[in-house]
């Protein structure tokens, strides 16, 4: 059980780290949408357990589980950790100390 949960999470991280290259308008622009983001997928998160009671009440026993990892479980925790990949990405683009812009100076003004 371990290494399905171990590897689950590397997938979906794979998946959120291609998610994050590949789809560039997806991103954030600013710092305060990347934390709404994390939020949101916070409340998303906490809110699976309810949907594994309403799977396990409205369908049958194998169903219910599949229905739940698929429909419910992958998505809500692949927008954790792409939108977690989305913060980070903004963290370090603050930290960025190369010049963006303004004048340019002539080398022999340096």
């Known amino acids: 059980m371990a290494v399905l949960e171990s590897a689950m999470l590397v997938g979906l991280g794979a998946v959120a780290l291609w998610v994050y290259l590949r789809f560039p308008s997806l991103r954030p622009s600013t710092l305060t949408p990347a934390i709404v983001h994390v939020g949101i997928s916070?409340?998303?998160?906490?809110?699976?357990?309810?949907?594994v009671g309403l799977c396990l009440r409205l369908l049958p026993s194998p169903l219910s589980?599949?229905?739940?990892?698929?429909?419910?479980?992958?998505?809500?925790?692949?927008?954790?950790?792409?939108?977690?990949?989305?913060?980070?990405?903004?963290?370090?683009?603050?930290?960025?100390?190369?010049p963006r812009g303004g004048h340019r100076v002539p080398a022999d003004a340096r």
């Open 42 to 51: 916070f409340v998303l998160f906490n809110f699976l357990p309810y949907g």
């Open 65 to 98: 589980i599949g229905v739940f990892v698929l429909v419910l479980l992958v998505p809500v925790l692949g927008y954790v950790l792409v939108s977690w990949v989305w913060l980070i990405a903004r963290l370090l683009d603050l930290h960025d100390p190369t």
